[in-house]
Each structure stands twice: as structure tokens, then as C-alpha cells.
T-cell receptor
């Protein structure tokens, strides 16, 4: 069965601190996708990144970076120099590859960045 | 690009009435649309997957006669909550993906309150 675990329920940091959000997944598929979405207080889910299972390159986008390690089934997300606007719930998700791409979401990590 | 809208953004109705929620892909053709439900401080739960022109596929435990889904065109899907009860109060979110992409883009959500 597919499963996504985000063990950190809530994280609180002070502005400019770096913060890493953990994501561990389980799947029997050999090919799959991993995603991160941000849900600010407004409620709309914002797509951040999609990673194919056969592409283990880490990715950096501005203050965001992602570390995908297939050996440990982890897809962690780091925000460097956090800002108050980063305060949101972050969801990690897993989907199949080539099918309907149904998303299996983790429970989410609520990040609070304080000034 | 990849904008999804939902209407209404919030609705309050009396118990026993039906409510229709619209989900539109504004700048792409959505071959597949998904409907999720999210309770406060919880993750998203997939309710159903719909493909244009065919019947929706419901997740286990979701009553298809209560949550009617219609995907009449490549840009519009509707969710009708029939005979709504207070326990149906929730945040309903749709997402859409095109046949060219394996990424789901989410609408802003609809907050339903049943009195």
C-alpha cells in the first residue's frame, strides 16, 4: 500500500532560520512521482515541486531546496532563511506514474515563522 | 498557467438542501479532475476521480448517491452534495490535470457549512 508520513506535525521557527520538513514514503511501485504542496491560511494548495522516482537529483529554487533519497524513501524539503510569508501547512504527496495520478497525501506539517 | 477556479468559495445552506460546487480549469483542458474533502487541521481526503464524459470513480466509503459528480466538459466538473447534513460541513477542494501533465493543480476550495 502507498503511504506518506510527515512526522512533524508543527514546527515553529524565528525568521531567517533554516527549516527542514521531513517526508518519508512507502510504495511498491518502481516508478512514481513525489510532490510538495503549500497550503497558506487562505486554503488554496500551491504546487511547489514534482519529482520523478528515476531522477534523484536534488533541486534548488530560490530559498527552497529538495533532497530526494530513494535509498531511504525520503523527500525532504528545506527552506533557507525562512520568512513570515512561509507560514503555511506543507503537504508531501505520492502518486503513481502513468495512471490517473491519484495523490496520496501526508498529514501535513504546519510551519509557523515568527518575526 | 494552470489555473483552477471554484465557485462558490463559501456556502451556507440548511439541512436537507442540495448544494452544487463548480470546478473549472481556466487555461488548460482537464482530462481528469479530482474532488477532495478536508476537515480542519487534517489532510486532504480524495473523494472521487472523474474523467471527461465518463462516470466518476469514488473512493471507498464515499457515497456516490450523496456526492454527485459530473464532468461534462474538458474544463468543468461539478460536485453536488445532496440532502446535506451538518456532518457534510467541510472544505471541498477540486484539482485538475491535463493529459499532457502528471501534475494536479488545485482550486481555491469551497467551504460548506450546513446548518
Amino acid at each position: 500500500a502507498q503511504k506518506v508520513t510527515q512526522a512533524q506535525t508543527e514546527i515553529s521557527v524565528v525568521e531567517k532560520e533554516d527549516v527542514t520538513l521531513d517526508c518519508v514514503y512507502e510504495t511498491r511501485d518502481t516508478t512514481y512521482y513525489l510532490f510538495w504542496y503549500k497550503q497558506p491560511p487562505s486554503g488554496e494548495l500551491v504546487f511547489l515541486i514534482r519529482r520523478n522516482s528515476f531522477d534523484e537529483q536534488n533541486e534548488i529554487s530560490g530559498r527552497y531546496s529538495w533532497n530526494f533519497q530513494k535509498s531511504t524513501s525520503s523527500f525532504n524539503f528545506t527552506i533557507t532563511a525562512s520568512q513570515v510569508v512561509d507560514s503555511a501547512v506543507y503537504f508531501c504527496a505520492l502518486s503513481d506514474y502513468g495512471g490517473y495520478n491519484k495523490l496520496i497525501f501526508g498529514a501535513g506539517t504546519r510551519l509557523a515563522v515568527h518575526p | 498557467g494552470a489555473v483552477v477556479s471554484q465557485h462558490p468559495s463559501w456556502v451556507i445552506c440548511k439541512s436537507g438542501t442540495s448544494v452544487k460546487i463548480e470546478c473549472r480549469s481556466l487555461d488548460f483542458q482537464a482530462t481528469t479532475m479530482f474532488w477532495y474533502r478536508q476537515f480542519p487541521k487534517q489532510s486532504l481526503m480524495l473523494m472521487a476521480t472523474s474523467n471527461e464524459g465518463s462516470k466518476a470513480t469514488y473512493e471507498q466509503g464515499v457515497e456516490k448517491d450523496k456526492f454527485l459528480i459530473n464532468h461534462a466538459s474538458l474544463t468543468l466538473s461539478t460536485l453536488t452534495v445532496t440532502s446535506a447534513h451538518p456532518e457534510d460541513s467541510s472544505f471541498y477542494i477540486c484539482s485538475a490535470r491535463s493529459g499532457l501533465s502528471d501534475t494536479q493543480y488545485f482550486g481555491p476550495g469551497t467551504r460548506l457549512t450546513v446548518l
